[in-house]
């Protein structure tokens, strides 16, 4: 479903920040990317999103080439990402409505998924408030629901967690599971170890633009031969980071 060869990215004339990167995600499967900050996570989901080009190497998402058709891969991905904002002066209904039309959602359609996935994440007493005065909690539920709003086959989260509580983070992890059962391929990225343990069927540990380890939670622990996922990270890390 998601197949990533040899990519690589500097923007302009900097170092490489993602070096020779390559995995696969397939049908039914959550992978996730975990790193620290400026490990290359978003630079990574953009290029594979179609937002950025690889300098070099390839990606192709239901055996489409990102470089020849974006558009088409931009019809198949669901992608929530930390540097797009809602619109601060719409409401979630506005834009739910808004996002239905430009995928093309039959309009007789938009009430009903609108009413299930509101419903589904406690959106509705909100639903005719500006964005604006919305709990950071909430307004990422909004996002979730708009980047999934045309049933997507592939969902790429761009740290699908961050700022939530532990309630409304289980409340996204409990989706992104179903969302697995239904077979569809989920790429998460997440500095949270917890998070990657407990969702993710495959785990790239990424330091400095490189995939360092990649396996199971419980594979890199052993790997390493370590108390815990956590303590199998910070070894990684410590092992392949370089300073300066
Ligand atoms: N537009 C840009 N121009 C130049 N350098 C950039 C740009 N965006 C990111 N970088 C650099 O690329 C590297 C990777 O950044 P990136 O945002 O992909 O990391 P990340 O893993 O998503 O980090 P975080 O956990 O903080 O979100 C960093 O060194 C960053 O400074
Ligand atoms: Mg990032």
Request: proline fraction near 4%; charge should be negative.
């Amino acid at each position: 479903m998601i197949q990533v060869e040899h990519v690589s990215k500097r923007y302009n004339k900097s170092a490489l920040v993602v070096k020779d990167v390559s995995f696969h995600v397939g049908e039914g499967q959550i992978f996730g990317l975990l790193g620290p900050n400026g490990a290359g996570k978003t630079t990574l989901m953009q290029m594979i999103s179609t937002l950025l080009t690889p300098t070099e190497g390839s990606v192709k998402i239901c055996g489409h080439d990102t470089k020849q058709s974006p558009r088409q891969i931009r019809e198949r991905i669901g992608f929530l990402t930390t540097e797009i904002k809602l619109d601060p002066l719409s409401t979630p209904n506005q834009l739910f409505d808004f996002f239905g039309e430009l995928y093309d959602i039959p309009k007789e359609q938009i009430p009903v998924k609108k009413k299930e996935s509101f419903e589904r994440f406690g959106i509705t007493p909100f639903a005719d408030k500006r964005i604006m005065e919305l709990s950071t909690g909430m307004k990422q539920k909004i996002s979730i629901v708009i980047s999934l709003i045309h049933d997507p086959q592939v969902i790429i989260f761009d740290e699908p967690t961050n700022g939530l509580d532990i309630l409304t983070s289980r409340q996204v992890m409990d989706y992104l599971l179903e969302l697995k059962a239904l077979g569809r391929s989920v790429l998460l990225s997440t500095h949270i170890f917890s998070v990657a343990e407990q969702l993710c069927d495959e785990i790239a540990i990424l330091v400095d633009g490189t995939i360092v380890e990649q396996g199971s939670a419980e594979e890199l622990t052993a790997k390493t031969e370590s108390k815990n996922f956590e303590e199998a990270f910070f070894k990684l890390y410590t092992k392949y980071h370089k300073e300066g």
